[in-house]
């Protein structure tokens, strides 16, 4: 499991508190609860082109991510998981960056994204990384890196499946 998180459930009905997030500075916590709670594309696509499901056993969150892909472009994009709200909020806010944008792009701010995780200082003032900045900070958590990272990893392994896809 994610110290120190606990996972939500029918016996924590309160949302988690800001508290149970690592230290990453209060406006960024705002935004990543904000995800975390509210989840943009959530849910399961009609004929999807690409996808992966992948999961964290350090943590135990899931990823599911569906894509349609027309033209090497990302038209569409869902996702269903649970897990940490780093996980969860890091997928909702990849799927606002990636979609509309050309498979090349999706996969260079994939690069982008993991170089911030690993703390390259340029990547995290980025502004192509829209909202996921707000994870600069899970760089100084080694082991919640891996959250932040979970659906980016689950996008590359979609795209490296040849899907439906008729291109
Ligand atoms: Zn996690």
Redesign the pocket.
């Known amino acids: 499991m994610?110290p120190p998180e606990s996972p939500p459930g029918p016996r924590s009905p309160a949302p988690p508190s800001p508290a149970t997030l690592p230290d990453l500075g209060e406006l960024y916590q705002e935004l990543i609860l904000d995800h975390y709670r509210r989840p943009r594309n959530k849910g399961k696509l009609e004929q999807p082109t690409h996808g992966a499901a992948l999961n964290?056993p350090?943590?135990?969150?899931e990823v599911d991510l569906e894509l349609r892909v027309q033209n090497d472009v990302i038209t569409d994009v869902r996702f269903v998981g649970r897990?940490?709200s780093?996980?969860q909020a890091a997928a909702s806010m990849m799927t606002q960056v990636i979609k509309d944008r050309p498979l090349t792009e999706a996969l260079s701010l994939a690069g982008r994204m993991s170089a911030m995780m690993h703390g390259d200082e340029a990547a995290a003032r980025d502004k192509s990384l829209g909202d996921l900045r707000a994870l600069v900070g899970v760089a100084r958590f080694p082991v919640?890196v891996?959250?932040a990272l979970?659906p980016w990893n689950a996008l590359q392994d979609a795209l490296k499946s040849s899907g439906t896809a008729s291109r």
């Open positions: 994610c964290n350090l943590c135990g969150d897990g940490c780093i996980s919640r891996k959250c979970l």
